[in-house]
């Protein structure tokens, strides 16, 4: 029997920044999520860093003595990669590499370096790596190895480009032929779904990793790829599905983050028309998550960015059977209740009381109320499939038996 490789995992360390804007408990909530990303990448978080400070230091982001603090870890611990939550400016970059001798990375590129892991298709990797070119060519310095070797000999003789006049070129015109290359298979997707004909288009929308794949398998009876990791899905899979005896398309969208990445959601935006185009929503939420609120306001902002965020959308909660409250003790009297100690029940009554029967709580995994989940869906496709096609009512009866 084969002895099963173990996974290196590369050394990191995390930083964050307590500032007028983001409280300590907030840092170390993104610090939570920003973990789970290095998790994803292939890293191994050794150690975290949060400094406090309303002003960020222009040159480093963070203090000198933070930075000596840091550097000796780095040092200590032959640590691969120093990982910032906030987005680092080009300079900031480069002193700070400078400094610490190891590779640096902010939030943005770590979500860029795993969608390059993920991207499945030509179509998906061209999507990434227009946004990674994007992201790089502002950061271009001249301590950069060449990107291409200079031409020389006769008639190219003269002044000639310096490396890095060089290098920005190059960048830029592998900008100009990926934005092209797209534009050819966005009219190409654009057909496709045109030839989809007039079925009612339902999108599974939400957060990374709050399990639409999942319930996309289920309801489909398709072999999706899912994974208790960010971001498994990149390419929008589409599935003829049949309820009842309704049929209509489901498609499993990218999954969205906070501080989404402003070159990814323009790269991809043949992916993002899946959303735009499609006549319901079905918003997945993890309800395991400690600030499942935050991540549906994301999500949210993201809908909206993309003039999707009118849409009809049934707001579907999933992972119930992983939900866990938090409890006071009775003889406690200086703990506030908060939202962690409401029970699914009574969260029912808060805010989501007002959204009537938009809301679903399911669990994809066990199959927990799907029955309903399908009824629900049965309801709203067919109330957009009776309104586009009033000739065919005959099709619905006034109860189903089974969905």
């Given at each position: 029997?084969l002895?099963?490789k173990?996974?290196?995992y590369e050394k990191t360390?995390l930083i964050?920044v307590i500032?007028?804007e ?5 840092v170390n909530e993104f610090l939570?999520e920003?973990e789970f ?11 975290r860093?949060i400094q406090?400070?309303?002003v960020?230091?222009p040159k ?7 930075m000596k603090e ?5 040092e200590?611990h032959?640590i ?8 680092l400016?080009?300079?900031q ?5 400078k400094?610490?001798?190891?590779k640096i990375i902010?939030?943005?590129s ?8 993920r ?6 990797r061209?999507q ?5 070119y ?10 950069w190895t ?9 008639g ?5 480009e ?22 050819k ?5 654009e057909?496709?779904r045109?030839n ?18 999942t319930?996309?398998n ?10 208790n ?6 390419d929008?899979t589409v599935?003829?599905?049949?309820i009842g005896?309704l049929?209509?398309?489901?498609s499993?969208?990218?999954?969205f983050?906070r ?12 992916t ?5 185009e499609?006549?319901l ?8 998550h400690?600030q499942?609120e935050?991540?549906?306001e994301?999500v ?11 849409k009809?959308?049934?707001m579907?909660?999933?992972k119930?059977d992983?939900?866990k409250?938090d409890?006071i ?10 939202g ?16 009537g029967?938009r ?7 066990n199959?927990?109320?799907l029955?309903?989940?399908r ?8 109330e957009i499939h009776v309104t586009?096609?009033?000739y065919n009512n005959?099709?619905?009866?006034e109860h189903?038996?089974?969905y």
């Open positions: 029997m002895e099963k173990s996974i290196a360390v964050g500032n007028r983001q409280n300590e408990e907030k939570d920003l990303l290095t998790y994803t990448a292939g890293g191994e978080v050794l150690k860093f406090r400070m309303d960020p230091n480093t982001l963070i203090g000198s003595g933070k840091v550097e000796d870890y780095v200590e032959d691969g990669s120093v990982i910032f939550d906030d987005e400016s080009p300079a970059q480069r002193n700070i590499e400094q610490l001798r190891c902010d939030r943005t770590l979500i860029l370096d795993i969608f390059a892991q991207a499945q298709t030509s179509y998906a061209t990434v790596e227009l946004a990674q994007e992201f790089l060519l502002p950061r271009l310095t001249g301590l060449h990107l291409e070797r200079q031409k020389g000999g006769i190219m003789r003269g002044p000639g310096t490396e890095i006049e060089t290098d920005r070129r190059i960048v830029r015109d592998r900008i100009a032929l990926l934005k092209k290359k797209l534009t298979i966005d009219r190409q997707m057909t496709q045109g989809r004909g007039a079925l009612v288009r339902v999108a599974l929308v939400g957060y990374t990793n709050v399990g639409k794949s319930l996309m289920v309801i489909s009876k398709s072999d999706v790829f899912a994974e990791k960010l971001f498994a899905t990149l929008t599935r003829k599905v049949v005896n049929p209509f398309l489901l499993d969208t990218v999954g983050i501080k989404l990445p402003t070159q990814l959601v323009e790269s991809f935006k043949s993002l028309d899946e959303v735009r499609a006549d929503l079905l918003h997945v939420i993890d309800i395991s400690p499942f935050e991540q549906i994301s949210n902002k993201i809908l909206g960015e993309i003039k999707s965020g009118d009809k959308t049934i579907v909660f999933n119930i992983q939900y409250h409890t003790d009775e003889d406690d009297l200086t703990t506030q209740r908060t962690k100690h409401f029970t699914i029940d009574e969260w029912k009554k808060t805010w989501m009381d007002k959204l029967d809301v679903l709580f399911i669990s994809a995994l199959k927990e109320n029955d309903e989940f009824k629900r869906v049965y309801d709203e496709v067919r586009r096609f009033p005959f099709l619905y009866p189903l038996d089974q």
